[in-house]
């Protein structure tokens, strides 16, 4: 007997889901330009799988950052409502936020390939997380916690900044400069 049609949608959505987990962890080891194979692998499916649920690189690599872009969002309000301060909140989704640009790999090639499947990719993390950091200022300036003239954009381009690790930088050391500048956006006590 056939199973009922919400299973299988079920199924398909937890196979969908292993795969963007899979691929976001080989991303992080081996960047965007990773093997198919890999990502299968270590997702638990064919390789078939994978591109039944992506058809192009550019469908998987979107689906993931998508997926990642969204969590971070999310963060920031419930970040608010766990944290003893806005600008604790802020810290950690700064930190959230320093952690998501640590792991793209060669996600900047990505964008400049001319790839017009990953043309949008730029434009829906700056529309997602720049009002996502933009409410945290918010509730920071509300309580007395942020100097004037911090706002998201840039704040989130210097943490951008701040975020590309090499041989003699990694991500404590990221992480360090981004508590530095983070405390110089912070209102005097």
Request: net charge negative; proline share 6%.
């Amino acid at each position: 007997m056939p199973e009922p049609v919400g299973v299988r949608q079920v199924q398909a959505q937890r196979t969908r889901n292993g795969v963007l987990e899979a691929a976001a962890a080989v991303f992080v080891d081996q960047g965007v330009q990773a093997p198919v194979r890999d990502i299968a692998d270590r997702a638990g499916v064919g390789v078939g799988t994978v591109y039944r649920h992506f058809p192009t690189r550019a469908d998987l690599v979107t689906a993931v950052y998508r997926h990642q872009i969204d969590a971070c969002a999310a963060l920031a309000p419930r970040l608010l409502a766990e944290s003893a301060s806005p600008f604790t909140a802020l810290t950690g989704w700064a930190d959230a936020f320093l952690d998501f640009l640590v792991t793209k790999h060669g996600l900047g090639a990505a964008l400049g390939s001319g790839d017009p499947g990953l043309e949008n990719l730029h434009a829906l993390m700056l529309d997602t997380l720049v009002p996502a950091c933009a409410t945290l200022l918010d509730a920071c300036a509300g309580a007395g916690e942020l100097r004037p003239g911090v706002s998201a954009y840039p704040l989130m381009r210097a943490i951008g900044n701040l975020s590309i690790t090499g041989p003699d930088y990694d991500r404590a050391d990221a992480a360090r400069m981004v508590a530095f500048l983070l405390a110089g956006c912070r209102a005097a006590a």
